[in-house]
T-cell receptor, first 116, second 110 residues
Framework: GAVVSQHPSRVICKSGTSVKIECRSL??????MFWYRQFPKQSLMLMAT?????????EQGVEKDKFLINHASLTLSTLTVTSAHPEDSSFYIC????????????FGQGTRLTVV | LAKTTQPISMDSYEGQEVNITCSHN???????ITWYQQFPSQGPRFIIQ???TKVTNEVASLFIPADRKSSTLSLPRVSLSDTAVYYC???????????FGAGTRLFVKA
């Protein structure tokens, strides 16, 4: 199957700093990628839909100025958590679908963010 | 997007067949049913997808009755490594959003 890679796999940052997480589709092109966050023992919550070359679409309740998404190419989307606080500590996961194909979504391995 | 309902958790023993049923009463004509598996601190992994009747691959089978208001994921002869959370999702053909329900935590015991 198609491979989606996230980097870093885990990161620790200080309160008030910003952290960037990368999501890459390694062997396919994706015009659309998705960002999720997951708290312990809970399901994945969709945060936003990242569209190549245009603005991201955020789900209700997700602060777009807090979670900056950039999808500059067909293989890369980035999520920047700005002015991070301890409550932003979570597991962030991205996914992507193969462009122009009606296939299942492929997920990255996730990024564990800890804000101290 | 159709809402899905699954059991919160299930227990099984190694070597047994496990069946996890998902309800999706308001599934639409163009909706597919997809199942994912997730281990702790990992992204979900695609297991199987179907539209109607039965689909089988190397790891699981998916049974979908004629009314498509439910589906059953069947895992043959589970092992300890099958302990994970299993998610049932419904999405429209060509639709992009993948919305996760609560999932089913499967515990496989020795």
């Amino acid at each position: 199957g198609a491979v989606v890679s996230q980097h870093p796999s885990r990161v620790i940052c200080k309160s008030g700093t910003s952290v960037k997480i990368e999501c890459r589709s390694l062997d396919f092109q994706a015009t659309t990628m998705f960002w999720y966050r997951q708290f312990p023992k809970q399901s994945l919550m969709l945060m936003a839909t990242s569209n190549e070359g245009s603005k991201a679409t955020y789900e209700q309740g997700v602060e777009k100025d807090k979670f900056l998404i950039n999808h500059a190419s067909l293989t890369l989307s980035t999520l920047t958590v700005t002015s991070a606080h301890p409550e932003d500590s979570s597991f962030y996961i991205c996914s992507a679908r193969v462009m122009a194909k009606d296939t299942e979504a492929f997920f990255g391995q996730g990024t564990r963010l800890t804000v101290v | 997007l159709a809402k899905t309902t699954q059991p919160i958790s299930m227990d099984s023993y190694e070597g047994q067949e496990v069946n996890i049923t998902c309800s999706h009463n308001n599934i639409a004509t163009n909706d597919y049913i997809t199942w994912y598996q997730q281990f702790p601190s990992q992204g979900p992994r695609f297991i199987i997808q179907g539209y109607k009747t039965k689909v089988t691959n190397e790891v699981a089978s998916l049974f979908i009755p004629a009314d498509r208001k439910s589906s059953t994921l069947s895992l043959p002869r589970v092992s300890l490594s099958d302990t994970a959370v299993y998610y049932c999702l419904v999405r429209i053909t060509g639709g992009f959003k993948t919305i996760f329900g609560a999932g089913t935590r499967l515990f496989v015991k020795a």
